[in-house]
T-cell receptor
Framework: SQQGEEDPQALSIQEGENATMNCSYKTSINNLQWYRQNSGRGLVHLILIRSNEREKHSGRLRVTLDTSKKSSSLLITASRAADTASYFCATDIPSGGYQKVTFGTGTKLQVIP | EAGVAQSPRYKIIEKRQSVAFWCNPISGHATLYWYQQILGQGPKLLIQFQNNGVVDDSQLPKDRFSAERLKGVDSTLKIQPAKLEDSAVYLC???????????????FGEGSRLTVL
């Protein structure tokens, strides 16, 4: 079953605009991660935010986490055509002596040059 | 540093046939994951190994899927017999994580795309 639901499912913007994707999840987590997947390729890690953090930045990426609402958002500023990809949130759920990493449904981003 | 290697990249089989996928994780990574990604969906965890032991296989269809991790390194995922609904990309990932308290990214291979006719 999918732990995370992403919104919107698809997003189309012009180059230079900002893109915001949201992720909602169901159970308590240790960390939340965001990954990117280009068509036909594997997933690439973008950023990890711990459950005791509220905001994190990495280059043009800004991630927020609200554990009370069980939601996170990924903001990509000044988007480029090369940012066109699918973006997934992944939650680290404690389970016994390990963490289960469960992915959301994804947001497909298209950046138009 | 070499990435996660997977083979084959593509495989086409008839239903009821068998198929095996191979994964070589990044050297020294304790945890290995197999995910199934159906077109247009997010990856679904099939099985998770820590070293050579299984820590989660709750979503693995055990009547037809099996997986092993030899000597805590390479892993194979087998499907026998395949069904039409098994058509998907099978992604292998590895990480340095060893326990509940550790965070860290997953490194993914390029995936093995299976088409069942």
């Amino acid at each position: 079953s999918q732990q995370g639901e992403e919104d919107p499912q698809a997003l189309s913007i012009q180059e230079g605009e900002n893109a915001t994707m949201n992720c909602s999840y169901k159970t308590s987590i240790n960390n939340l991660q965001w990954y990117r997947q280009n068509s036909g390729r594997g997933l690439v890690h973008l950023i990890l935010i711990r459950s005791n953090e509220r905001e994190k930045h990495s280059g043009r990426l800004r991630v927020t986490l609200d554990t009370s609402k069980k939601s996170s958002s990924l903001l990509i500023t000044a988007s480029r055509a090369a940012d066109t990809a699918s973006y997934f949130c992944a939650t680290d759920i404690p389970s016994g002596g390990y963490q289960k990493v469960t992915f959301g449904t994804g947001t497909k981003l298209q950046v138009i040059p | 540093e070499a990435g996660v290697a997977q083979s084959p990249r593509y495989k086409i089989i008839e239903k009821r046939q068998s198929v095996a996928f191979w994964c070589n994780p990044i050297s020294g990574h304790a945890t290995l994951y197999w995910y199934q990604q159906i077109l247009g969906q997010g990856p679904k965890l099939l099985i998770q190994f820590q070293n050579n032991g299984v820590v989660d296989d709750s979503q693995l269809p055990k009547d037809r899927f099996s997986a092993e991790r030899l000597k805590g390194v390479d892993s194979t995922l087998k499907i026998q017999p395949a069904k039409l609904e098994d058509s998907a990309v099978y992604l292998c990932a590895s990480s340095k994580r060893r326990g509940t308290g550790e965070a860290g990214e997953l490194f993914f291979g390029e995936g093995s795309r299976l088409t069942v006719l």
